[in-house]
């Protein structure tokens, strides 16, 4: 009786372990499955510590240990060599949904990370931060500006991570960072319109432009950083905010405008020095709040004024130094 009795109380153990188990694996699911809702988890880089991270909606796909490195070998078509030759038939267009895409990505910032090897992972980018997909015709033509001042540490890891993204979502692209020079008071917005007004200078066709922070690394590659009918904002959830807005009207970080949509709105605002503030006006622009309504028609693009210093472009990017000026100097109170 004592054997038989033991034996059903092992019996009925192992059914509670079995069910305890198979309560926490459907709640392991149901956490990933929450997180897969979300489209635009960002990371963004700390020397601390991890960046912030851009996290896209879920789509069935198949992650991989190390989908930032794209090596030719990931099937990833490269750009063939220019040779003469006859001319060659007109592609196809680009997929609406790039079928390249892994999803989810491993974002990590402790490796070192030299520029050789981001150009060796990123054969088929072009001097200058160019890329077109050899294989497809895509819809845009797309600029992605970063505005810079001494973030080199941040610069190599975000064109690590950003230049198989961009790639795998089959984008034709240029990357230009917008360095200010000296060590005045940072303006990122008064950069931004630079960033617009020089690459279009270098090439007229671009039709959409996606403004970066260069701390800024998007978690899954499906956040396809292309423009819509209206402007979009990419990093709506970042780890440094709990993934997270910080307060509603946000559009910092990451945002992404159609040339018509930038022009619109008289780009963004100049007379922002120093961080924040900046990205409450641009919001404020699309919405047509009242008073910014009226300082946008004298405050913009139309207004931005700045002498080019060098135009250097390097294998992974075209990095413009500018002038920009100094803040205003306020008279004393009182």
Not at 156 to 172: C, D, F, G
Not at 230 to 254: C, N
Not at 275 to 288: H, L, S, V
Request: glycine share 8%; hydrophobic share 35%.
């Amino acid at each position: 009786m004592t054997r038989l009795l033991g034996g059903t109380l092992e019996r009925v153990c192992k059914a509670v372990l079995l069910l305890c188990l198979l309560h926490f694996l459907v709640a392991v699911i149901l956490y990933f499955d929450v997180y897969a809702q979300h489209l635009a988890f960002f990371s963004r880089f700390s020397a601390r510590g991890p960046a912030r991270a851009l996290h896209p909606a879920a789509s069935s796909s198949t992650n991989c240990s190390r989908p930032n490195t794209t090596a030719p070998s990931s099937g990833l078509p490269e750009a063939p060599s220019a040779r003469p030759g006859p001319t060659a038939p007109a592609l196809p267009p680009c997929p609406d949904s790039p079928p390249g895409l892994v999803g989810r990505l491993l974002i990590e910032f402790t490796s070192p990370m030299p520029l050789e090897r981001v150009q060796r992972e990123n054969p088929g980018v072009l001097l200058g931060g160019r890329y077109v997909p050899p294989d497809c015709t895509p819809a845009q033509t797309v600029a992605v500006i970063i505005p810079f001042r001494h973030r080199e540490h941040h610069l190599r890891y975000w064109l690590h991570y950003l230049h198989p993204i961009l790639r795998r979502q089959r984008l034709r692209y240029g990357v230009y960072v917008i360095n200010q020079h000296g060590e005045d008071t940072f303006n990122r917005a008064k950069l931004l319109n630079v960033g617009f007004l020089e690459a279009l200078k270098e090439d007229a066709t671009y039709d959409c432009f996606i403004f970066s922070d260069v701390d800024l690394v998007p978690m899954d590659d499906r956040n396809l950083y292309r423009c819509g009918d209206q402007p979009r904002h990419f990093a709506i959830a970042m780890d440094k905010f709990g993934f997270r807005l910080p307060y509603a009207g946000y559009f910092g970080g990451v945002s992404g405008l159609s040339k018509a949509q930038f022009l619109r709105i008289n780009g963004f605002p100049n007379e922002y020095w120093g961080w924040g503030g900046e990205d409450d006006d641009i919001f404020n622009r699309f919405t047509k709040i009242q008073n910014t309504k009226l300082t946008m028609k004298r405050d913009g693009i139309g207004s931005v004024r700045y002498q080019v210093l060098e135009v250097s472009r390097q294998p992974l990017f075209t990095n413009i130094t500018v002038d920009i000026g100094r803040p205003p100097s306020w008279p004393p109170r009182g």
